[in-house]
């Protein structure tokens, strides 16, 4: 019996986690970086959900600009933001900006939301899912264990709920916990089984 899914998917990121969550879906998926990096750069007017859209597009052009997309195939392309205080935060440069980052965590909730595109030969659909996360108060001693012994710098917000600092500072989350890792896995599959149709 086969998956109800089983358009080829391209997931056009470097990130490992969405490759993994794509896996325990058991969808049938490459990895391409044929669009390169791309940069992070939007109008300061976006908000919110906004701006993970508009990444995610930005994104997905950026790979159109490289390569044609095979026939029958769905390229997947996606951006993370943590936004707290009526701003971003993004992917901390150093050590001193993931402290900074995690002590505005800490004891605060923010939201994340996950831009997704999903771009055919033909067509194009975009859509976003939002997630509430609950810190408790943290240590300095805390923060600074998490970011020497765990690896901030490639994730937004500077944490990955699947990591240390998930387990023992997060109280609750409301929404998806997918979305928080990067890909709202649930959303995507629904989409992708409606793309075609």
């Known amino acids: 019996m086969r998956v ?29 970086t044929a669009g390169g990096e791309t940069d992070e750069l939007y ?24 390569v044609a997309i095979p026939d029958e195939a769905v390229v997947v392309t996606a951006d993370t933001v943590v936004w707290i205080k009526n701003r971003t935060l993004e992917k901390p440069a150093n050590r001193q900006e993931a402290i900074e980052m995690l002590e505005m965590l800490s004891d ?6 996950t831009g997704v595109c999903l771009t055919t030969n033909n067509k194009q659909r975009c859509f976003f899912d939002e997630s509430k996360v609950f810190f408790r108060k943290l240590s300095r001693d805390e923060i600074e264990y998490y970011v020497d012994h765990y690896k901030p710098y490639d994730k937004a917000g500077a944490y990955g709920i ?36």
């Open 108 to 113: 605060n909730v923010h939201h994340v939301y």
């Open 43 to 66: 109008p300061p007017e976006l908000q919110r959900e906004a701006v993970a859209m508009f990444l995610a597009h930005k994104k997905a052009e950026a790979f159109l600009r490289a």
């Open 162 to 197: 699947q990591e240390w600092i998930g387990c023992v500072g997060i109280e609750r989350i409301e929404g998806s916990y997918h979305n928080i890792v990067g890909l709202p896995v649930a959303k995507l599959y629904r989409e992708l089984q409606d793309i075609n149709s």
């Open 4 to 32: 109800p899914v089983s358009i080829p998917v391209i997931l056009a990121s470097q990130s490992p986690r969405r490759a993994q969550l794509l896996q325990q879906a058991g969808l049938q998926f490459t990895v391409s």
